[in-house]
């Protein structure tokens, strides 16, 4: 890479190999550690709508959040 040369697949599959490390256990200890967001913390968007959509709904949450928070201030 210092060369300018991209990686190829071959380059990368020792490194990768190292970062896949986390053990079973390990991991599940990271999902049970997990917590539901609160209502106020999380947007839910239904899927089977189109992208304009999906980025509307997810602009006007958003939004509604941020005034949310200015107001309980």
Request: glycine share 4%; charged share 30%; hydrophobic share 35%.
């Amino acid at each position: 890479m210092a060369g300018g040369h991209p990686l190829s697949d071959e380059d990368r599959r020792p490194w990768l190999a190292r970062l896949h490390g986390m053990k079973a256990p390990m991991l599940q200890s990271q999902f049970d550690a997990l917590q539901p967001p609160d209502p106020d913390e999380a947007i839910t968007i239904p899927a089977d709508e189109d992208i304009e959509t999906i980025l509307e709904l997810i602009q006007t949450k958003r939004n509604r959040m941020r005034i949310n928070a200015d107001n309980a201030d």
